[in-house]
């Protein structure tokens, strides 16, 4: 039986037990929500390591961070490094996204390697594959994509990343609009290309229900991905985009009737002022199923910095209510992320999370800032550095831009104003 | 006359020409902004020429840069090396907050320096002058607090942050509230510290006619300091806030009368929750003056990262609003910036200015980011790196990163390219998943 099913037939897992214990509520309170299709808790009944979490409307924030083999000098060892990595930096999920190379032993390691959900993208797979049987992916047949989508099922992803919406509507609506930039997403890209040359439906649509029946067989949780994510502000809410969503919305009906746990990925490239509108729309079209945005990125031009960039559409959108952010990272647009652009990548993730957190009023959140308020009020570097959300590197700042051992920073050095004002109010030290 | 005396007059400066060209604006629409107080152009009357930045409604959003030296950190070649970073970097004004052995010398040495307004926070001078002189802050003497102004005006400082709006009803009621952190701006614990321990009133509160003569002899823009500004989540909007905010209200329409231009400093630290109804309290009472942003910070526990944190602020309060933002670096909380920090904190503000100019709709953002969508289309490298926010950071990439086909593995009939076709477009297969 599926997590859902279970839930819907009031069955409290001891998944769901977990979940509730990592986030202070009750464990009633994750069964409804499970039930409801707003949270999600993504375990593959095939993953062993896993130490279960919940995504969704209620909880707090999470982050995933991607890894993956990209090119010919791709190398399992480094992507593992980085697996190591993003763990350390906090993340809360990972996915592999390979391309190439021996993308199933890289699947089995960052399963193994990781106690946090796993999730994947097959079709990058399945046409790695077809290239290499075909010399050409667009041979590729649609037996071999729900072939590789089990081999992945079986093997314990947490949770799969598929074009399922990408149909000839939505890709006939993005070319008659005039989309500046339609070939955005790498595995929609390509299912589109395979659709066109075939000229024939999304297999991944088409025979939905397939999909359905691995998902409920192994309880992998459906992430369905946007083809039509914008990839530049000017294409933000455009009609390919909106009507793929409404065609989201559909799957995510068929899914829950299905008993399948179901979240929908999101946004791309959007101006500020479009964030709660999408996540509306979103959370409108698709009942309320958990919203995993890629960034979002809020302009187009900040190439080296687009992790900040999507720390800023992250927060605003965790705010107005998506529960999951994909990390993008400072090597977006240019390049496959370094070691430490992935814990950079990791860190504006966590950052973005918890502004939306506290922004939504949540309790654990503002506990956690006032208790740095008030070690900064009381001039305790010590608990100022174990509160911060990345000790290592406040510690190492810390150490290199100031001298000497006094209680104040270098910024003010003795003219430390706390210090000053603390004697005149009567209470303790303060620090700024 | 002032620059916003002139405006009122009907005079078209050279100041309120070349913003207007900067921003691609009718220079009547500058000339009425600054008369009537919603936009500034700091520019000091003694100094010579400079890259002149308009601040304001209407205008892209500014970005501010802070450097000086400290007790601790003491060496005015890193910071004159520091003002030129911030300048390459691309900041359109910067504060030179020095509280290091000599000031005076500090500030000759970034006003010579500087292609940029400039500004400081003058209540640092007037207090560590009177540490020297008489042993403790709280010893400093009325005159030499004007004498600080004075000194610095007439230097040729474009806009001085000074702590006006801290008054005993300011300061009882952050008293009566009980703040988490009660005064986290140094200018504004100094007077704090004074006036508790003279039982007096600011001078600068009660004789703001005489700050405001000094400014208007030398055409400084005067920026309101924010002495109560929330130096944590918990304390944002309080009540202490909100009455500095009145006082800071009451302030700027006397300058605006007086013929000074002004405009007001705000938060701080502040819950995304908070950002719109913070801009929109502060505009209502200060007449729609211009407001000049420290973060917001969003978050209280990313040392390290309130660079991030202050971006994510300063972009949604830019986009309700907030027409001058002043950075944040990595080092924030923890120390003094690296010249490193200084180039980051510039960048990662400038950032936020643009995400909120896109918001805004302004037209010259649109175009920028347009631009870049289509280099990245045409797979434009060259077009790309023109674009960028910072260019010499994806030029640096660009040359170091091996950028490895991955489609290699699909052979002949790509997908990809089968798909770029029907769209008409070139294979741009390396974008992700």
């Known amino acids: ?432 | 006359m002032t620059q916003v005396l002139k405006a009122r007059s009907g005079i078209i400066t050279e100041e309120m020409e070349a913003v207007a060209a900067d921003e691609n604006l009718d220079v009547e629409f500058i000339r009425q902004g600054i008369a009537e107080g919603r936009i500034v152009i700091p520019r000091n009357k003694k100094r010579k020429e400079f890259k002149y930045c308009g601040i304001g409604e209407g205008l892209r959003i500014k970005v501010n840069a802070l450097i000086g030296t400290s007790s601790d950190r003491d060496d005015m070649e890193i910071e004159a090396r520091k003002v030129a970073i911030a300048e390459e970097a691309g900041c359109d004004s910067f504060m030179d907050l020095s509280t290091g052995k000599d000031i005076d010398g500090m500030r000759k040495q970034s006003l010579s320096l500087a292609h940029v307004a400039v500004g400081s926070t003058m209540i640092y001078q007037a207090g560590i002058e009177a540490i020297e002189k008489y042993g403790s802050v709280v010893n400093m003497r009325e005159e030499d607090i004007f004498e600080v102004v004075e000194r610095q005006a007439a230097e040729g400082l474009d806009f001085m942050a000074i702590h006006c709006a801290l008054n005993m009803d300011v300061i009882k009621r952050m008293q009566t509230v009980g703040r988490v952190t009660d005064v986290v701006s140094r200018g504004g614990a100094f007077l704090t510290g004074w006036m508790l321990h003279n039982q007096k009133e600011n001078p600068l509160y009660e004789k703001f006619d005489r700050v405001l003569e000094i400014l208007k002899a030398y055409d400084v823009t005067l920026s309101l300091g924010d002495a109560i500004r929330p130096g944590s989540i918990a304390d944002s909007l309080d009540g202490a806030q909100l009455q500095g905010m009145i006082i800071q209200g009451e302030l700027t329409r006397r300058a605006q009368e007086a013929g000074v231009q002004v405009m007001v400093e705000g938060p701080g630290h502040v819950p995304l929750n908070h950002v719109e109804a913070t801009m929109r309290v502060q505009k209502r009472l200060c007449n729609n003056a211009p407001y000049y942003i420290l973060g917001t910070l969003a978050t209280d526990v990313t040392p390290g990262y309130d660079h991030i944190s202050g971006a994510i602020g300063g972009a949604l309060i830019g986009a309700c609003g907030a027409d001058f933002l002043c950075y944040l670096t990595p080092a924030e909380h923890l120390g003094l910036p690296t010249e490193e920090d200084v180039r980051t904190g510039v960048i990662t503000t400038r950032m936020a200015a643009h995400i909120a100019d896109i918001t805004k709709g302004n037209k010259q953002a649109w175009a920028r980011d347009l631009e870049m969508a289509k280099a990245r289309v045409a797979l434009n490298i060259d077009g790309q790196i023109t674009a960028a926010l910072y260019p010499e950071q994806l030029k640096a990439s660009a040359a170091t990163t091996t950028n490895d086909h991955v489609c290699v593995v699909c052979g002949t009939g790509c997908a990809a390219q089968v798909a770029a076709e029907y769209f008409g477009q070139p294979d741009d297969s390396m974008s992700n998943s």
């Not at chain 1, 599926?2 to 769901?16: D, F, Q, V, W």
């Not at chain 1, 977990?18 to 409801?36: C, K, L, M, T, Y």
């Not at chain 1, 608990?383 to 100031?402: G, M």
């Open chain 1, 1 to 432: 039986m599926s997590l859902l099913t279970k839930a819907l037939e009031g069955i409290i897992t001891p998944e769901m037990d977990q979940v509730a214990a990592q986030e202070n509520v009750s464990p009633e309170f994750i069964r409804q929500g499970v039930a409801a299709g707003r949270i999600v808790i993504p375990c593959n009944f095939h993953h062993k390591t896993i130490v279960p979490i919940g995504i969704g409307n209620g909880l707090r924030t999470k982050v995933s961070a991607s890894i993956g083999l990209y090119g010919n000098n791709a190398v399992i060892d480094e992507e593992v490094k980085k697996i190591k990595t993003a763990l350390t930096a906090g993340t809360d999920a990972l996915m592999d996204l390979s391309v190439s190379g021996d993308i199933d032993t890289m699947r089995k390691e960052t399963l193994n390697s990781a106690s946090v959900p796993v999730g994947t993208l097959p079709v990058y797979q399945a046409i790695a594959e077809a290239g290499e049987k075909y010399g050409s992916s667009v041979k590729m047949d649609a037996e071999e994509m729900f072939e590789v989508i089990e081999r992945h099922a079986a093997d314990g992803v947490d949770f799969l990343a598929l074009h399922c919406a990408t149909t000839m509507d939505v890709v006939e609506r993005a070319k008659k609009e005039g989309r500046i930039d339609p070939l955005v997403s790498y595995g929609g890209v390509h299912l589109i290309g395979w659709m066109i040359a075939n000229q024939c439906e999304n297999p991944l649509y088409e025979q939905y229900d397939r999909v359905l029946e691995i998902a409920r067989k192994y309880n992998v949780t459906l992430s369905l991905a946007d083809g039509m994510r914008p990839g530049c502000l000017a294409d933000s809410l455009d009609g390919a985009q909106v009507q793929e969503l409404v065609i989201l919305g559909e799957l995510v009906r068929r899914a829950r009737e299905g008993g399948v746990q179901i979240m929908i990925k999101g946004p791309g490239h959007m101006p500020l002022d479009h964030v709660k509108a999408t996540v509306t729309l979103q959370k409108s079209l698709c009942k309320g199923a958990p919203y995993f945005v890629f960034g979002p990125l809020l302009t187009d031009i900040a190439a080296g910095y687009d992790h900040i960039n999507a720390a800023i559409g992250g927060a605003i959108s965790a705010w107005a209510g998506a529960e999951f952010l994909c990390y993008v990272t400072p090597a977006e647009h240019i390049g496959v992320p370094s070691i430490d652009q992935v814990r950079e990548g990791v860190i504006a993730a966590r950052i973005a999370a918890h502004a939306g957190d506290l922004a939504k009023g949540m309790k654990e959140a503002h506990q956690w800032d006032l208790e740095m308020s008030m070690a900064r009020k009381n001039l305790n570097w010590k608990r100022q550095l174990e509160l911060a959300l990345d000790p290592q590197r406040a510690k190492e700042i810390r150490k290199t831009r100031n001298s000497g051992e006094s209680s104040a920073c270098a910024m003010c050095g003795k003219y430390c104003a706390m210090e000053i004002v603390a004697k005149y109010l009567n209470t303790t030290k303060h620090s700024c």
